[in-house]
């Protein structure tokens, strides 16, 4: 309880143990004859509201038929937001602020909920229109957007719930025809290589390379080694377990040069952020402007972002695993990186078979399902070809502006190119990026 209490209020960065034994009243011989450490404290604590949020998503199931199931587990989850805000802080943003076993409990929570969707949709007749998104990145994107009104103290409201039912009929396709619901490799040949999409390094050190340097530029590459030295260490070690002293030493820096260049490692762990989603943003933009039908730039974007993505694992796994660990300024930053790329998306309000107008919930929670999806292909640990998901995120993207039927027409002829480009590569078919949690 004091767990859950003080994450909600405060955030997980910030709770301690002395925290906890202080606020429960107990000793710290005690707190440890029941946990190990913080993390495990929190990971306890969150097993009862997953039991809550499994009751409560069941019977919100059981109440509708087939087609209104997605719609129905939105409603469920807004409404377990609005009747226990504390709680739902905690289970939807504090477990993100958490280390890896903080993470894999969200992930089995969120992955049990996507297994009542799917196991709905068994006695279902195959006419049944239903979200042709994976239930997983379905469930993820859902929490995000909760996890960022609840970290920020925002209202929710039933209003956001209907909304949410909205964007997810945007999908709606007959279970017979579903291609996208499951995160089933397409082919590794979607895109030719494409010149920006490059691998990111640390500079060598001015010694290693025996040249001089300006002091400005010296100190550049010193703020470049830190920044890649931090998604080293974060990357092994979890960005709790990550030290200043450790980070300086992999940069070949002491801590007093850390300092002078970052405020800490929260401040170099959003540096190296920023570095990856500016890369994302340049190389997507200059994809986008090099075809003229709208669809088709967003395509080639998505394309040069996934390879961006793909080539960058180090950088992209801490971005997408621990960009939040920080806290919910971090969480917040996040957010805003990953909206900023709805940009490409302003011309599909005017695009001649854009249906209506997405509205910016719409918008939002589109990005957060981009977002959930990259994060599960990263949950792997396999180093997945992203790229092989570029049609399921295309289809996310594209879907609620043009509709299902004719954004599968678009998908269809370029991933009959790809297939046909990809003859004669090792061929995909039997491949299928687990969703990390499901087994």
Known sequence: DAMTLLSARDGYATVTTARIIARAGVSRPTFYEHFTDREDCLVAALAPIRRRLQREVRAAIG???????AGAVAAALVAFA??????????????LA?????????????????????????????????????????????????AVRLAEGEPVTGALALELTGWLA??????????WRAMRAVSPATQPPLPGARP????????????RVSHERACEQQRLRIMFATVEAVGEHGYHAATVAAIARRAGLDTRSFYRLFAGKQDALHAA????????MAVSAGAFVTAEDWP???????????????????LAGVALLDSH???SHAARRVQEASGAFTIFLEEGFRYESTRERPSQTCLQALAAAVFELCYQAARCGESPELSALLPHIAFIVLAPFLGAAQTNGFLRSHVAAAEHAGRGVSEPAGHALALASTA
Not at 63 to 69: A, C, H, I, L, V
Not at 202 to 211: C, I, Q, S
Not at 296 to 314: D, G, I, L, S, T
């Open 170 to 179: 945007s999908y709606d396709v007959p279970l017979r025809e579903h291609r």
């Open 200 to 211: 990111m390094r640390a500079p060598a050190t001015p010694a290693a390379r025996g040249v």
């Open 273 to 280: 952020g920023e570095m990856l989603f500016g890369h994302l």
């Open 98 to 146: 958490a280390g890896h076993r903080g993470l894999r409990a969200r992930d089995e929570m969120l992955a049990g909920l996507a297994v009542l969707i799917e196991d709905s949709y068994r006695d279902a007749a195959p006419g049944t229109p239903a979200p042709d998104i994976p239930s997983r990145v379905l469930i993820g994107a859902l929490s995000r957007m909760l």
């Open 63 to 69: 109440k509708e038929s087939p087609g209104r199931r």
């Open 82 to 95: 609005i009747s226990d805000p504390v709680i739902a802080r905690v289970a939807f943003s504090e477990t």
């Open 296 to 314: 088709e730039r967003v395509w080639r974007a998505v394309a040069a972002f996934a390879q961006a993505v793909q080539v960058n694992p180090a």
């Open 325 to 327: 660990a920080a806290g």
